[in-house]
């Protein structure tokens, strides 16, 4: 599946998008947050910032394929959690779900970003990498199910321009 102009659409995330969100998070995660965590991130906290990729057709019920949580903190937007799901990923959704993100943050006064991922995980890293994140720090042992290392890797100047010139990049690079 490639995406096609006006196939995509992306949006805040709704209670209703919920149980297929979910389903994402335990298809994609050995540590997954709860249900309930999306509930409160959805209705209590005031820095989250959640989106989803989903269809955009009409004439069906809406399918969630992707999304991504943030927490804004002053000008820090903080990348808390992120999925594709497995059927439709390298297909560009992640790029595009990410750059909808980061414009939205950046426009309530974000401007740099940061986030820790797996130091096995070559797919998100390389992702990151596109985006100009660099790796800043290394946390030993830090996830608790196979004791792997996380990264810590920052985008350290993040506006509207800049994010403008990653995503004519990605788009080079997807019509290759
Ligand atoms: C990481 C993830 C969100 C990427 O989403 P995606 O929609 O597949 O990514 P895209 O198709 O937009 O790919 C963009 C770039 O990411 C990198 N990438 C994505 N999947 C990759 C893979 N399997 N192998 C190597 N690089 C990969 C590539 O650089 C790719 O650019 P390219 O296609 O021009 O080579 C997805 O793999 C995922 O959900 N993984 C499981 C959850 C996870 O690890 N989340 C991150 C937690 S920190």
Redesign the pocket.
């Known amino acids: 599946m490639n995406p096609q102009p006006g196939f995509l659409t992306m949006r805040p995330m709704t209670l209703d998008d919920l149980p297929q969100v979910y389903r ?1 998070e335990l298809d ?2 050995t540590l997954p947050w709860s249900f309930n965590s999306y509930v409160h991130e959805l209705t209590d906290s005031r820095v989250s910032r959640c989106f989803v990729a989903a269809t955009k057709d009409d004439n069906e019920r809406k399918k969630i394929l ?1 999304m991504i949580v943030i927490f804004l903190i002053e000008d820090e937007a903080h ?1 808390a ?6 059927q ?11 750059l909808h993100a980061f414009k939205e943050v950046c426009r309530e006064g974000a401007d740099h970003a940061q ?4 130091a096995g ?10 985006f100009g994140f660099v790796t800043v720090g290394t946390r030993k042992n830090y996830y608790v199910d196979n004791h792997e290392d996380a990264l810590l890797m920052n985008l350290d100047s993040m506006n509207l321009e800049k994010l403008a010139v990653i995503e004519s990049r ?1 788009l080079a ?2 019509s290759e």
């Open positions: 994402i994609s995660f992707g990348v959690t992120f999925a594709i799901a497995p439709y990923r390298r297909n560009g959704i992640g790029w595009r779900l990410m986030l820790e991922v797996r995980n070559q797919s998100a890293i390389s992702l990151y990498e596109k990605f690079s997807d």
